[in-house]
């Protein structure tokens, strides 16, 4: 069986933002950031032209789903343990277990995953990609769209969607 696909790792595909993990016994890291990277893998047929999808149709969308997270704080929606609460004032506060924090609503993205792990992250990344793509160009023949987000050099965690 013969397969096609394209790759896109690009410099300007990346984001700078604030999280903390936290892990299963329930300690937690300091809030920090990191300057992401991202990468994305589609496969699929190639067309009558000799494409599986052109670079320049992949890299406005990947660029703007970076842009979303780009110099922000990322809060996990989805955690159960996590108490986020949106003030009148435009103030968000986070309270995990002693900790308090509190930021301007503006500064803070809530996504609806249960931890800020690179692979969630590439997971909320590859997600809406394949939304924005299968949208945006219909008539695409995407077999599998792989989706990775580095938090440093040589460490990042991999989301693979297959249809």
């Known amino acids: 069986m013969e397969s096609w696909s394209i790759e896109v790792d690009k410099e300007n595909l990346k984001f700078s933002s604030a999280h903390f993990l936290i892990f ?15 990468y994305v ?9 000799g494409l599986v999808f052109d670079f320049q149709k992949v890299k406005p969308v990947v660029r703007s789903l970076v842009g979303e997270l780009d110099e922000r704080w990322l809060i996990p ?10 003030r009148d004032d435009g103030i968000v506060e986070v309270r995990y277990r ?5 930021a301007p609503a503006a500064d ?36 599998a769209l792989e989706v990775a987000v580095e938090e440093t050099p040589g ?9």
């Open 24 to 38: 299963p016994d329930g300690s937690a890291e300091r809030l920090h950031g990191h300057n992401y990277r991202v």
């Open 77 to 86: 929606g989805e955690h159960k343990e996590l108490k986020v609460v949106t």
């Open 41 to 49: 893998k589609v496969s699929g047929e190639l067309c009558e032209h």
């Open 98 to 102: 002693e900790r308090y924090y509190a």
């Open 108 to 143: 803070i993205l809530i996504l609806p995953i249960n931890n800020t792990s690179a692979e969630n992250l590439a997971a909320w990344v590859g997600r809406h990609l394949r939304e924005r793509l299968e949208s945006a160009f219909p008539g695409a023949s995407i077999h």
């Open 155 to 163: 460490q990042r965690g991999v989301y693979r969607f297959e249809i």
